[in-house]
């Protein structure tokens, strides 16, 4: 059964750089078939897609993320990583990591979500 | 981007009884080869999304077969058979044909 745990600070300073990590159990980050990506929810709010990696390293992001935001997998550790650069009060939100199947280009597993808030 | 409006925003249901949401896209979703890239998700209470239909109208792994998602183009419909208790939370459609991809609103079913 494959699980994906979220680590990473719940509080953030704007202008810091949020950096999350998820740990994927139960299946190999590289094994074919599948991509891994973010989505996130703002508070009270619904769902914003981020975007995902392949594990050829290929990413797709969202456009109004894109210049903040860096995915990377890491096989060795088999996680997936999110890093978004100058945070706003705006990037306050739960995060939650995914897989994605290629067989129906959409995220068919979620991680339980984490919560950022960007405070001083 | 492609706009993706869902309706009704709130649905309150007795149970036993059907329930019907649309999703209305901006844009054709209907590829070249056939698919419709439109699915549908489920947030419960307290919980991560849980995918229910891929695209357009496939049920995902371990979805009961009282939900059902038919459409096309820029049209979609998920219905539920007999709603029972536990189908409480929040219904969104997203498009995954486009970058950036895009959720709807969010449709809200309650049981009267």
């Known amino acids: 059964q494959v699980q994906l745990q979220e680590s990473g600070p719940g509080l953030v300073s704007p202008s810091q750089t949020l950096s999350l990590s998820c740990t994927v159990s139960g299946d190999s980050i590289s094994s074919g078939g599948y991509y891994w990506g973010w989505i996130r929810q703002h508070p009270g709010k619904g769902l914003e897609w981020i975007g995902y990696?392949?594990?050829?390293?290929?990413?797709y992001y969202n456009p109004s993320l894109q210049s903040r935001l860096k995915m990377s997998l890491d096989t060795s550790k088999n996680q997936v990583s999110l890093t978004l650069r100058s945070v706003s009060a705006a990037d306050t939100a739960v995060y939650y990591c995914?897989?994605?199947?290629?067989?129906?280009?959409?995220?068919?597993?979620f991680s339980q979500g984490t919560v950022v808030t960007v405070s001083s | 981007d492609i706009v993706m409006t869902q309706s009704p925003l709130s649905l309150p249901v007795t149970p036993g009884e059907p329930a019907s949401i649309s999703c209305r896209s901006s844009q054709n979703l209907l590829h070249r080869n056939g698919n419709n890239y439109l699915h549908w998700y489920l947030q419960k209470p307290g919980q991560s999304p849980q995918l229910l239909i891929y695209l357009g109208s496939n049920r995902a792994s371990g979805v009961p077969d009282r939900f059902s998602g038919s459409g096309s183009g820029a049209d979609f419909t998920l219905k539920i058979s007999r709603v029972e208790a536990g189908d409480v939370g929040i219904y969104y459609c997203?498009?995954?044909?486009?970058?950036?991809?895009?959720f709807g609103q969010g449709t809200r079913l309650e049981i009267k």
């Open positions: 997203l498009q995954t044909l486009q970058n950036p991809e895009t």
């Open positions: 995914a897989r994605g199947k290629r067989d129906y280009d959409t995220f068919d597993i």
């Open positions: 990696v392949y594990s050829s390293g290929s990413t």
